[in-house]
């Protein structure tokens, strides 16, 4: 499974990105995907999730209200559009792609797949 994230950059507080994660094969419809994100000198933390099916989503506290995950079943890419964006989301952001169980999906360690990351950053 390969997954290559896109769509990071620059941004003033207030604006807008929008993420981008190009799945390798059809992974995605079996699998659970997300978004993590890491600032320097903290730990990795879930962003947003969504499950196999796409019925479920969840998202962190932090972010809720502010960014929306989706899924392009046409061709499995995996987005997450950031809105109202904060100094503090800076980080480097992280696509993931795991198991098919739906217990703790923002745990890193629900997740077997990573993509190289895509840096953001708030000013």
């Known amino acids: 499974v390969q997954l290559v994230e896109s769509g990071g950059g620059s941004v003033q507080a207030g604006g807008s990105l929008r993420l981008s994660c190009a799945c390798s094969g059809s992974t995605y419809k079996s699998n659970n995907m997300a978004w993590f994100r890491q600032a320097p000198g903290k730990e990795r933390e879930g962003v947003a999730a969504?499950?196999?099916?796409?019925?479920?989503?969840v998202s962190a506290d932090s972010v809720k209200d502010r960014f929306t995950i989706s899924l392009d079943r046409a061709d499995g890419t995996l987005h997450l559009q950031m809105n109202s964006l904060k100094p503090e989301d800076t980080a480097w952001y992280y696509c993931?792609?795991?198991?098919?169980?739906?217990?703790?999906?923002?745990?890193?360690?629900?997740?077997?797949?990573w993509g190289q990351g895509t840096q953001v950053t708030v000013s």
């Open positions: 993931a792609s795991g198991s098919n169980r739906w217990w703790q999906p923002l745990r890193p360690s629900e997740y077997s797949y």
């Open positions: 969504i499950s196999a099916g796409g019925g479920n989503t």
